[in-house]
C-alpha cells in the first residue's frame, strides 16, 4: 500500500492525534511534529528571537517527516504524516488571519514566503489530504483540552478566517499536486472515534 496520507487544519484541531489513531488502524507508520514540552525558549519569546526564527526552528523540525513518508511510499508501506503546513504555507502566509506567523511587514517575511513557496513546488506531496473541518464550539473545546501556552499567547481562538485559508490551500493542493482531498468534521468524540470514521471515508483510495 504505497501511500502517503497527510493531516491538515487548524492548530488545536485534532491532527496528531487523529493521526496516530489512524497509523493504528491502518498498520502505518506515523510521523508527527514535536510536542510543546520539545519546543526550544524561542518559540515562547518569538518578540525576542523573532518570528522568522520560529517558522524555521518548526521547519526543520517536520521537513524530515516528508523525505520520510516518501521513503516508505518508494518501499509500497503506507505512511501518515500529522501536518502538512510545510507545503501549504505559500497559500496562506501574508494574509491576515496569518499574522500570528510572521506579518507581511517582519523583515524577514519575503525570504519565508520565497521559501514557502519553493517547499509547495519541491517537498513531497501526499497522495491523500485529509481537511479536519471544525465548528467554532468544538473547536473551543478541543484548544481548551490542549491547553498549550503558545495558543494562549498567540491568541489563536480570537482570530478569524483561519480555517477558511486551510481549506482553501487544501483545495489548491487538491488541483496542483493531484492529492485526494478527504474532508473529517470531528465532533465532541476521541480521536480514536474519528479516526474509525476516517478508515470509511478513505477505503476508496486505499
Not at 487544519?9 to 491532527?15: A, D, F
Not at 523583515?107 to 513546488?121: E, G, H, R, V
Not at 464550539?137 to 482570530?159: C, G, H, P, V, Y
Amino acid at each position: 500500500m504505497s501511500k502517503v496520507i497527510a493531516f491538515a487544519g487548524v492548530p488545536g484541531c485534532g491532527k496528531t492525534t487523529t493521526a496516530l489513531e489512524l497509523a493504528k488502524l491502518l498498520d502505518a507508520k506515523v510521523m508527527v511534529e514535536p510536542e510543546e514540552d520539545q519546543w526550544p525558549k524561542l518559540i515562547q519569546h518569538r518578540e525576542i528571537s523573532g518570528y522568522f526564527s520560529a517558522l524555521t526552528w518548526f521547519r526543520s523540525a517536520r521537513i524530515s517527516n516528508y523525505f520520510d513518508a516518501d521513503q516508505l511510499r518508494r518501499k509500497d508501506k503506507l505512511a501518515i504524516i500529522d501536518s502538512y503546513y510545510d507545503v501549504l504555507a505559500s497559500c496562506y502566509l501574508g494574509k491576515k488571519p496569518f499574522d500570528w506567523l510572521i506579518n507581511k511587514d517582519d523583515p524577514y517575511f519575503n525570504i519565508a514566503l520565497d521559501m514557502a513557496k519553493l517547499d509547495w513546488s519541491l517537498l513531497p506531496k501526499a497522495d491523500i489530504l485529509i481537511f479536519l473541518h471544525l465548528d467554532q464550539n468544538i473547536w473551543e473545546l478541543f484548544m481548551k483540552k490542549r491547553n498549550r501556552k503558545f495558543d494562549a499567547s498567540a491568541n489563536l481562538l480570537e482570530i478569524v478566517g483561519m480555517q477558511e485559508e486551510i481549506e482553501m490551500a487544501c483545495k489548491y493542493a487538491e488541483m496542483e499536486h493531484n492529492s485526494k482531498l478527504v474532508y473529517c468534521r470531528p465532533e465532541n468524540d476521541s480521536p480514536a472515534e474519528t479516526a474509525i470514521r476516517l478508515v470509511e471515508s478513505l477505503k476508496q483510495y486505499l
